[in-house]
C-alpha cells in the first residue's frame, strides 16, 4: 500500500490516463476579464467524460489495481458524480462494479449509473446502514471498496485536471498569480493544488467551499480532518459531503492553501456568466471557483487567475433558474 | 486578388491562426451515441472566441490583408457573428472596424460589436440602403468591406475547423464515415468539406439547412448561387441569411456534398441533448447538425459520424424554450 504522496503519482495518473481522458480546454473571454476585473482562465472539465473530473481518479484507481483485484470487482456509496463516474470507468476497463445509492436518489443519477452497466443496490437511509449493506453485497465476492476521495490514486488520478492545466498555461507562456479550485472531499482540491504547486512553487492557492458548510477550511487550519457543520442545505451538492479527507486536507495544509467561500446565489449567478460569455454548462458546484472570482472573496484585481470548473450534471431546472435571475 | 481555391489555402490560413484561436475539442458521449443510434462526434465550435466559428475566417482575413489595406480598416454589413467575430479580429490585430447594423437589431448584438472598439454605424432598413450608408461611411476613408463568407481567405480561415476535425480524428486513430456541418451562405460549410474531403477523399459529406429555407440545396444541385425562398422565419438566425455564395457553392458541388434539412422544433431537442450529453450551450444553428443525426436525416445507423457544432451565441430565452420543450 501506498503510503505517501507526490507530484510523481500524479504525472504517473497522466501517463496511465492518457488518450482515455479528455484533455480539456482552457478557455478565456476578455469579456468575461471585464467583468470579473481580472484574467480568468477556465479549466473546463465539465467537458470530461461523464460530465465531470470524478472520470480521473475513478478510471487512475481502476487501472491501478492489481489484475486479480479488479477482475473482483469494485464497490462505491454514492448518488452523484463519483458514483457515475466509477460505473464508466469500470466499463472501460471491463470489470465488475456495484453503487450502492439510497432509494430516494434521483431517477437521473440511478439511471446514469445503470445505464453503465453497474450492477445497483438500493437501500433505506432511514432504516439501514449503507456501510453494512455494501459489506452484504461486496463481502461475499471479495470486492474493493472505492473511496470517492481520501485515496492516493483517487487524488493523483483528480491532480492530472491542475496537471494538464499547468501545462496549458505554459504552452500558451501564461504566467498564473493564483489557482483556485473547487473543495468538498478535497480530491481534486489536494491533486490539482499539488500539480499547480509543483509548476510555481509560490503560487497563491485558493479552494471554494458553500458558504456555511465549510469543512476543509478548519480541517486545514486544525491540522485534522472536521465534519461539515449543520447548516441549510446547498444546491452545490457536489461539495456538501459530510467530511474531509485526512489525506487531502493534510496536502492542502502543505500547500497553504486558503478556503473561500460562496453562498447559493452568487454561484447561480456565475452559472449565467458561464453560459453568457463561456458557452458552458456548469452544475452549481461546477461554477464555485467562477463565482469566488466574480464576487471578489479575495483580492484578484488586475491578477491572472487559474480556476478549475468542475462540472457539468445540472437538472434543466436548476440551470433555467440561474438563467432567469440574471 | 486570389481567384482560386485549394486545400493549401486552408493549411496557410491554420498557421497563420496558430496560438490566436481556440483549439475546440472534439466530443464524444457514449450516451449520446446510444441515443443516435451512430458514434457522434462533436467539434465544439462554440467554443471559439466570441463564441461561433466566425472568428477564423475575419481573423484570418485581417491577417491576410497588406498592410496599408488593413491600416485603413475595415467595414461588415452584419447583426449577427460575422460582426461581431470581425470587430473581435479588429481588435486582435489593431485596426480600424466599422460595423453596419439595422437599427432594429437586437441590443445585445449592437453592444457586443462596441465592447470590441467598433465604430457602429445604424440605418433604417425601411428607407435607406445598407450598402449606400456602408459607402457614405468608409467610402471616404478608402476602407474594404469584408464580406461574410463569399470570399476565399473568409472559406480558407472556417475551414481551419474542418482541418483541425481531421486531425483530430487522426489523432485518435478515427475513419470517420459521414462528415456533416451547417450551411448557410456557405463558409464554414465549404472550407470545413474541402479540408475533409483533403484527408478522406471519398468521405460523404452533408451540410445542414433549416427546412424551408434551403438555399445551398438548389444552388449545389443547379450549378449557381440561389436566393432564400420566401418562408416562414426560423429560429436558427445563424442559418437564414438571402443568398448562397458562388465560390462557395462551386466548393461544396466539387465535394459532391447533399444538403439535408431540419426545423425548429428538430433544433431545439438538438440544443437539450446537447446540454444534457455534452454540457455544451449550443445556439440553434449551432444544434442543426446534431438534430439531422438525432432525427436520422439520412441512414448514419451504426455510422462514425463527424459533426461541426458551430455556435452558441443564444439568448437565455430561446435556450430556456430548448430546455422546457425537452
Redesign the interface.
Known sequence: MQESFSFFNIQEAAIRLA?SI????L?ES??LNQVAGCRVLVK?E??QRT?AFKYRGALNKLLSLPKDIRQRGVVAFSSGNHGHALA?AASEVGCPVVIVLPKDAAAIKIENCR?WGAEIVLYDPETEDREEVGRRVAGPRNMLVVPPFDDYDIIAGQGTAGLELAEQLSE?GIQPDVFIVPCSGGGLASGSTAAMRHTYPDLPCFFVEPAGLEKMAPSVREGTPQKRPAGSPTIMDGLSGPVAGARTSKILRECEAVGLSVSDDEVLDAM?VA??Y?????EPAGAATLAAVLRRKADFEGKTVAVICSG??VD?SV??RA??A?
Open positions: 488518450g479528455v484533455r480539456t480546454p478557455l476578455p469579456m473546463a465539465s467537458l460530465g464508466a445505464w500558451r449565467a453560459f453568457r463561456l458557452k458552458l454548462v456548469l457539468g450534471n434543466p440551470f433555467m438563467l432567469h440574471s
